[in-house]
């Protein structure tokens, strides 16, 4: 209770409540993970379930009365029936979860990397440091498309469905390690030169000990940003995997997945197969990005 | 008695970006007894702060040996380092910086105790912070809830948590106001007196070394260029700059002033020495008020003044015996 108190009463909270934007989009991130997460007991439909689905109901407009069975869906339905609200609670999970899973890699990934780069330096700072410059040079999403394609080449097909997911968050974490070394080592670099840490060289605590007790705690506030802002790009970068394809299998369809599905009969008319999937991406991705940069003012006091 | 820590022709170089070298020491050498506080004073830029770094091993020496307990300090390995640091341990400058901000007091102070492997933590600590003049109730709190003197006494109970025999303190005042620098100062004169402590007081300021130091040793340009016992540095300084360092002490007009060994106030003339471009001969001669024609040719040996035993009493000035030094010309 104590420690909830405390909490509520810092700097960041007071900096939050005074933050219309931050709040709202907060609002937007909860309701939507939240949504995703509780899926199963806001809809009665599982929409990957074939069991549950009618073909009969097939392109319902929403909020309109099914034609056949009378059935009213509120964002339509899909060409099989399938009730587009259900498939975007589904498919937020799939997508927060490839996107969640892909940040934390690339954190742990670029922390262990920019914390050894910075605090033990010479050609291990060199080596680490162009990989990342190289890796640089490349968007990400080629990155993250190159990782993709190899690790089909080696899977067996009846097996690739399976690890289909486990390689999207591979190749968005590989394609995103780069901003963690690169904030990390910098702040290393910063605390690495400060006196408790050679006081602690001087108690005689080892390297691994230095930097995981002492200087890691230190680096963690632009970590928690660069954290966030690349979750919406997780967000994207999956999305537009599964757009072009290569990304979420039909089989656990992503919002990404969502949206490829739906421009296929946007020039037929049923418009709102693409635009709900389509503007729940773009809201999620919006508001964690602002969540995202209200956390880098509000942890940078020489932005204030 | 031999002294608990000699250190003998410690040199330091540091390259520099143009390919050559930086003498930030260049051959010091003195002893530490036991029990003993030594006094390095000397302007910014002289070296003295390598020198606390290199006698901790912070930075390794070129050459040059820093003999602890029949072992040469200068060369051991990493285990017989950590070992070597249980009896030095060192206070810095900065009570900001040396203190992890993220860490309890408790944590901080009792972070040597978990290195070293020493059981009753907690009283352990509770017994420093007593000892250092702070409340157990400091165990929980963080280093930002404390004044500047007080993290300094934070910062002397982690030195002194696995009891060690030599304290290095770098500067460990020159942060603080002066009523609490004092406060300090005396904190360290009573540990002394109280453990048995060795203390090597490294500062720029010669009012704050005399107060403690048992002896002292005055650098200039990585260079002692003049130690012995504080007593006679003060009453009969020999070298040139160690008087006008002397002179330069504020004192209270009337009362020091007709007992003081250098009674009028020189001002050297002449920039602070550029340590990429040393001077020919005596490193002091561009700014030396008493120079004389051979002293930008031949370099002054360190000599022993008086005694028989090398660092008793040392001087590097041609014209140490020389009494019409005493004043500028």
New interface residues.
């Given amino acids: 209770m104590e420690a909830i108190a405390r909490a509520l009463d810092s700097d960041l909270a007071y900096r939050f409540r005074r933050s219309p934007v931050a709040m709202l989009a907060a609002l937007v991130v909860v309701l939507l993970i939240g949504s995703s997460v509780f899926a199963p007991l806001i809809t009665s439909q599982n929409p990957f379930d074939p069991g549950s689905l009618n073909l009969m109901n097939g392109f319902s407009e929403p909020m309109q009365p099914n034609q056949f069975t009378g059935e009213t869906f509120v964002l339509g339905t899909d060409d099989q029936g399938r009730d587009v609200f259900a498939t975007i609670l589904y498919g937020m999970r799939i997508s927060l979860f490839v996107g969640f899973s892909a940040v934390i890699f690339a954190m742990v990934l670029g922390v262990t990397l920019g914390l050894l780069s910075g605090y033990v330096g010479g050609r291990t700072d060199t080596i680490i440091m162009r990989i990342a410059d190289i890796q640089l040079t490349f968007p990400a999403i080629l990155v993250a498309l190159l990782i993709f394609g190899v690790a089909k080449g080696i899977t067996p097909p009846d097996r690739r469905d399976e690890v289909a997911i486990w390689v999207l968050i591979i190749a968005i974490g590989l394609s995103e390690w780069v901003q963690f070394a690169r904030v990390v080592r910098g702040a290393t670099l910063v605390e690495k030169s ?3 840490v ?8 080892s390297p691994v000990a230095i930097m995981v007790r ?1 200087i890691l ?2 680096t963690l506030s632009p970590v928690l940003v660069i954290a966030t802002i690349s979750l919406a790009l997780a967000i994207i970068a999956e999305a537009t995997l599964s757009f072009l394809g290569v990304g979420a299998p039909p089989t656990q369809p992503s919002l990404g997945t969502l949206i490829r599905i739906g421009q296929e009969f946007l020039f037929s008319g049923e418009w709102w197969i693409l635009f709900f999937p389509a503007m729940t991406l773009l809201a999620l991705a919006l508001s964690v990005n602002l969540l995202g940069d209200w956390l880098r003012d509000a942890l940078n006091p020489k932005l204030r | 008695m031999s002294p608990l820590l000699s250190v003998r022709d410690l040199v330091k170089h540091y390259p520099t970006g143009s390919g050559g070298r930086v003498l930030a020491l260049d051959g010091i050498s003195f002893d530490l007894d036991a029990g003993e506080i030594l006094g390095i004073v000397g302007e910014s830029g002289c070296g003295k702060s390598t020198l606390g770094r290199t006698i901790m091993r912070l930075d390794d020496p070129t050459s040059g040996e820093i003999i602890y307990g029949g072992r040469d300090i200068a060369t051991i390995g990493k285990r017989d380092l950590k070992q070597a640091r249980r009896d030095i341990q060192m206070v810095f400058q900065d009570p900001f910086g040396s203190l992890n901000p993220r860490h309890t007091v408790g944590t901080i102070v009792g972070e040597p105790l978990i290195v070293h492997g020493i059981a009753n933590r907690r009283e352990r600590i509770a017994e420093l912070l007593d000892l250092v003049g702070l409340p157990k109730s400091a165990m929980e709190r963080l280093p930002h809830q404390f004044s500047g003197g007080q993290r300094q006494r934070i910062a002397i109970a982690r030195a002194l948590a696995i009891s060690p025999k030599i304290i290095v303190a770098d500067e460990a005042v020159s942060a603080l106001d002066v009523s609490i620098q004092s406060q300090i100062i005396n904190l360290l004169a009573k540990l002394r007196a109280e453990l048995g402590l060795s203390i090597i007081f490294i500062s720029h300021d010669l009012s704050v070394v005399r107060h403690v130091s048992d002896r002292i040793g005055v650098m200039y340009f990585g260079k002692l260029v003049e130690y012995g016992p504080s007593q006679s540095i003060f009453e009969a300084p020999r070298h040139p700059y160690t008087r006008a360092l002397l002179s330069a002490v504020p004192r209270i007009p009337g009362r020091e002033l007709a007992q003081s060994a250098v009674p009028e106030r020189i001002v050297l003339t002449g920039d602070v020495p550029n340590i990429a471009h040393r001077p020919e001969g005596c490193l002091f001669h561009p700014r030396c008020y008493w120079k004389q024609p051979d002293c930008d040719r031949t370099s002054p040996e360190l000599r022993v003044l008086e005694g028989d035993d090398f660092p008793a009493r040392t001087c590097a000035c041609h014209f140490a015996d020389d009494p019409a030094v005493t004043t500028p010309n």
């Fill in positions: 400060k006196e408790y050679q006081a602690a060289r001087l108690i005689g605590r002492h705690p230190n």
